[in-house]
């Protein structure tokens, strides 16, 4: 079965201050992947995905991830975060061919101070 | 557009007792699928339809957990003999058929 692995459980950062977040993976085959982001006190909502095409995939608020197929990785990335970007973040996978669930990662929590 | 909506959004009950969750998909929604997040978690796969039936069940836990979806839009998630380690928020997202999964606000499932 596939996992997902995101290795920073919790990130603290200042205004301005660039951030990647990582996630991993485990699975062979083909994949689609994806961020969801959670805001507090609201539901999971997509921030960006990536089916096939360009591995480097811009989403919404300025974020992007990188799908480095021979790292398994797909992290996540913004140059410049503001205090709104506080959340908890997700990394999801989707084994095509395996099913049609996702498979999350423990998720990120992140608090960006004013 | 609406988006998935799930209710009660709290439910609170006693050990043994039976609970029904509810979920309403997007409209045209072909797929619906049903994830639990314990705390401090990353969302986990329960179940998946595709119309009415149920197209991948392996992810419920034990025979206590059971869903259906008659006329293939709105599903329930039925927890028979709660235990309190069903205490969670049960989620429900709804997708076309193989593409993205919109997520409802959950259901929060407390069991004293």
């Known amino acids: 079965a596939q996992s997902v692995s995101q290795h920073n459980h919790h990130v603290i950062l200042s205004e301005a201050a660039s951030l990647e977040l990582g996630c991993n993976y485990s699975?062979?085959?083909?994949?689609?992947l994806f961020w969801y982001v959670q805001y507090p006190g609201q539901h999971l909502q997509l921030l960006l995905k990536y089916f096939s095409g360009d591995p480097l995939v811009k989403g919404i608020k300025g974020f992007e991830a990188e799908f480095i197929k021979s790292k398994f990785s797909f992290n996540l990335r913004k140059p410049s975060v503001q205090w709104s970007d506080t959340a908890e973040y997700f990394c999801a996978v989707n084994a095509v061919g395996a099913g049609n669930m996702l498979t999350f990662g423990g998720g990120t929590r992140l608090m960006v101070k004013p | 557009g609406a988006g998935v909506s799930q209710t009660p959004s709290n439910k609170v009950t006693e050990k043994g007792k039976y609970v029904e969750l509810r979920c309403d998909p997007i409209s045209g929604h072909t797929a619906l699928y049903w994830y639990r997040q314990s705390l401090g978690q990353g969302p986990e796969f329960l179940i998946y339809?595709?119309?009415?039936?149920?197209?991948?069940d392996s992810g419920l836990p034990n025979d206590r957990f059971f869903a259906v979806r008659p006329e293939g839009s709105v599903s329930t998630l039925k927890i028979q003999r709660t235990e309190r380690g069903d205490s969670a928020v049960y989620l429900c997202a709804s997708s076309p058929a193989g593409d993205t999964q919109y997520f409802g606000p959950g259901t929060r499932l407390t069991v004293l």
């Open positions: 699975y062979g085959g083909t994949v689609n």
């Open positions: 339809f595709q119309g009415t039936g149920a197209a991948d």
